[in-house]
């Protein structure tokens, strides 16, 4: 195989792993959608889908999440956040091309809450689900205060990067690339549950004690933290409902699926509190 070869295989693997293009970009490479509810509302939510920061599971975490806030009176702002890449995570490419990886998505975090809050809404959460679920409570932990979220919901969430008897390994890798998955200094940064002293607003996690994917210990590793650090948490451990079920836990889990009734129920709790 020639050289021009291997730059053309090369090439089109970088484009494979590219996101595809879309509407409402905050950046060349993240957009965010914007779903509005029929009804006048002064909440809005972002979504952040799952995919082990690879790819995204954009209708099951992103659209449909979405649609099931705005038929609860919430506006919802759905991110597509750069990731490795289908191709960037089976060819290894980011050892040679750096692709996208970490501060890339808080970066693309902090550009659509800096939008969404743009819009007026008296308060702006986010919600994410298994790698997304990283991903908005490192948000709560290390944005710029005048961009952390009002409130935050982490579903079936990858916590740590540091304890490997739990730690999901293809999100830790496909956020930190190939060259930096092992560095322990970058990895207890981003171990959310080591940094809750950080975060200022109210947390909601919810995940199931069957999930084959995100081992059921990372959620109970952040609940543990928030309470040793006295904040105002709910964590619904499931004993079924398994991975990625986002707000079709039905199909599942009867039990799981009431995760939605307890988050808009969670909602108004918190409301009162701050009135």
């Not at 009176?73 to 990731?83: F, M």
């Amino acid at each position: 195989m020639n050289i021009m070869r291997v730059f053309k295989i090369i090439f089109l693997l970088l484009l494979i792993a590219c996101p595809l293009k879309a509407q409402n970009r905050i950046d060349g490479f993240s957009s965010l959608v914007e779903y509005q509810p029929t009804c006048k509302t002064s909440t809005a939510v972002i979504v952040c889908p799952g995919g082990s920061y690879c790819w995204l599971s954009k209708k099951y975490e992103g659209s449909e999440v979405a649609k099931w806030l705005n038929a609860n009176g919430i506006a919802a702002y759905v991110l597509y956040y750069p990731t490795a890449g289908w191709a960037g995570f089976a060819w290894h490419s980011r050892l040679v091309f750096r692709g996208h990886q970490y501060p890339d998505q808080i970066q693309a975090v902090e550009k659509a809450m800096k939008l969404v809050r743009s819009k007026g809404y008296n308060r702006v959460g986010m919600m994410g689900f298994s790698a997304g679920g990283h991903l908005v409570l490192c948000a709560a932990e290390y944005l710029r205060p005048c961009y952390k979220p009002d409130f935050v919901a982490s579903l079936y969430p990858v916590i740590t990067f540091s304890r490997d008897e739990f730690v999901h390994r293809r999100s830790r890798r496909g956020l930190l690339g190939e060259r930096r998955w092992r560095n322990k200094t970058i990895c207890d940064s981003l171990s959310v549950e080591m940094h809750a002293d950080l975060i200022q607003c109210p947390v909601f996690i919810a995940n199931c004690k069957d999930d084959p994917i995100v081992n059921y210990h990372n959620a109970m590793l952040m609940d543990s933290a928030l309470t040793a650090n006295y904040k105002q948490h709910l964590y619904i451990q499931y004993k079924t409902g398994g991975h990625g079920f986002g707000t079709t836990a039905s199909k599942t889990s009867a039990e799981a699926i009431t995760w939605k009734e307890r988050f808009l129920t969670w909602m108004k709790g918190i409301d009162k509190i701050r009135k």
